[in-house]
C-alpha cells in the first residue's frame, strides 16, 4: 500500500507564476489536508477536502490560493501569481475519516516551492 | 479555538539518557493526539497517536502518555540515540479534523 504522493518534491517558480501542487492520498483514503511549513515556522493547517467537496478552508489566503480534490485523480493546491513570501514547504497528509478517534493523519514527502 | 504548546524548544543529551517531551493543549475535547517525528529537510513520520479513550500508547522506546484534564500529553524517549536526533511534534485535531501543531522540540542526541 503505498503511502501519501506528492508531486514536484521541489517546484522552483518566479514571482507572478502559477504553482501547482499534486497529491495522492493513501489507497482508500478520502479525506486529503493540506498544510503550509513556511521557513523557521511550524505547520499550518490550510484546507481540509473531501472528494469533490470543500469542508474546511478556514487557512486558506483569501487570494491567489484554491485546492480542489475531484472525483478522480489527485487533489491539486493551486497558487496563482506566486510570491516570495509563498516559498514553503507544503504537505499533505491523508485519512480514511476525519474525525474519528482512531483516525490517523499520514503525511506526503511534501513539496519544497521556491519563488525567485 | 484549540492551541498547541510544546515545550522545550530544544534539547541536547548525550546518548543514552532516558528523556520526555512536552505537549499542552488548551481544548480538553480533543479525540485523539498525534505525535510525529521530523527529520531535517523532509517530510513527517506517524509516530504515535493516543485516543482520547486511552491514557498512553507505546511503540518500542517510545511512549506517549494523555491526560485530558490538565490538557497535557508527554512523549517519553527511552535509552536515546543519535538516530533519534530530529523535530518532534505534537498535533491536536479541531472538531473539524485538521490538525493543530505545536512549534516543534527539536533534539539532538550526541554520541
Known amino acids: 500500500n503505498a503511502g501519501v504522493m506528492q508531486n514536484p518534491r521541489h517546484l522552483v517558480r518566479r514571482r507572478g507564476q502559477e504553482a501547482r501542487l499534486r497529491c495522492s492520498p493513501m489507497k482508500g483514503h478520502s479525506h486529503v489536508y493540506w498544510y503550509r511549513q513556511l521557513p523557521e515556522e511550524g505547520l499550518k493547517f490550510m484546507v481540509y477536502?473531501?472528494?469533490?467537496?470543500?469542508?474546511?478552508e478556514s487557512g486558506m489566503p483569501k487570494e491567489r490560493f484554491s485546492a480542489e480534490f475531484p472525483k478522480e485523480g489527485p487533489s491539486i493546491l493551486r497558487i496563482q501569481q506566486v510570491v516570495r513570501g509563498d516559498s514553503a514547504a507544503y504537505f499533505c497528509?491523508?485519512?480514511?475519516?476525519?474525525?474519528?478517534?482512531?483516525?490517523?493523519?499520514?503525511f506526503g514527502p511534501g513539496t519544497r516551492l521556491t519563488v525567485l | 479555538k484549540q492551541e498547541v504548546t510544546q515545550i522545550p524548544a530544544a534539547l541536547s543529551v548525550p546518548e543514552g539518557e532516558n528523556l520526555v517531551l512536552n505537549c499542552s493543549f488548551t481544548?480538553?475535547?480533543?479525540?485523539?493526539l498525534q505525535w510525529f517525528r521530523q527529520d531535517p529537510g523532509k517530510g513527517l513520520t506517524s509516530l504515535l497517536l493516543?485516543?482520547?479513550?486511552?491514557r498512553e500508547q507505546t511503540s518500542g522506546r517510545l511512549n506517549a502518555s494523555l491526560d485530558k484534564s490538565s490538557g497535557r500529553s508527554t512523549l517519553y524517549i527511552a535509552a536515546s540515540q543519535p538516530g533519534d536526533s530530529a523535530t518532534y511534534l505534537c498535533?491536536?485535531?479541531?472538531?473539524?479534523?485538521?490538525?493543530?501543531f505545536g512549534q516543534g522540540t527539536t533534539l539532538q542526541v550526541k554520541p
Open positions: 498535533a491536536g485535531p479541531s472538531n473539524t479534523g485538521k490538525l493543530i
Open positions: 493516543i485516543q482520547s479513550s486511552q
Open positions: 481544548d480538553s475535547a480533543i479525540y485523539n
Open positions: 477536502l473531501q472528494k469533490e467537496n470543500i469542508i474546511d
Open positions: 497528509a491523508s485519512s480514511a475519516s476525519g474525525t474519528r478517534e482512531s483516525d490517523t493523519q499520514y
